[in-house]
């Protein structure tokens, strides 16, 4: 007797996973603000999620056997950083979570040839933090 996966296939995989290297979110995770001259300081911790393309047609478990870490799960980030606000400028300070990334393509199979149900899907996890600086 056959099984098939949750996905509705027999058989899914991953193919042609290849790095995206590291980019930062777009969402400011943390973020202090305030007059100079003073000391903006952010210290804190934040769980982020894994970041998946939308319409992924293969289980999580095959997604993250493929990219080789558990995209179900979310990851504690420790942000701590601090940037000097001149006198008489305003300063606002930003912290972003860092992702590493993979992309690849799905493929699942009913027991004849695979046939590729997603081209070009991304996994991204949380690997650290990104700061950005600005002041007026």
Known sequence: MTTKASSGWIAERLINVRSLGTSCGKTPIAEASGRGKMTLRIDQ?????????ANINVTKGVVSAGVGWDVTKSRSITVSGSKEVPSGKYGTLKAY????????????????????????????????????????
Request: proline letters at 2%; aromatic letters at 12%; glycine letters at 12%.
């Open 97 to 136: 979570a860092k992702y590493s990334g993979k992309k690849f393509d799905a493929q699942g199979t009913n027991g004849g040839s695979w046939m590729t149900v997603g081209h070009n899907q991304t996994a991204y996890k949380p690997i650290g933090v990104c700061f950005k600086y600005s002041q007026r």
């Open 45 to 53: 911790t934040e769980s982020v999620s894994t970041s998946l393309s």
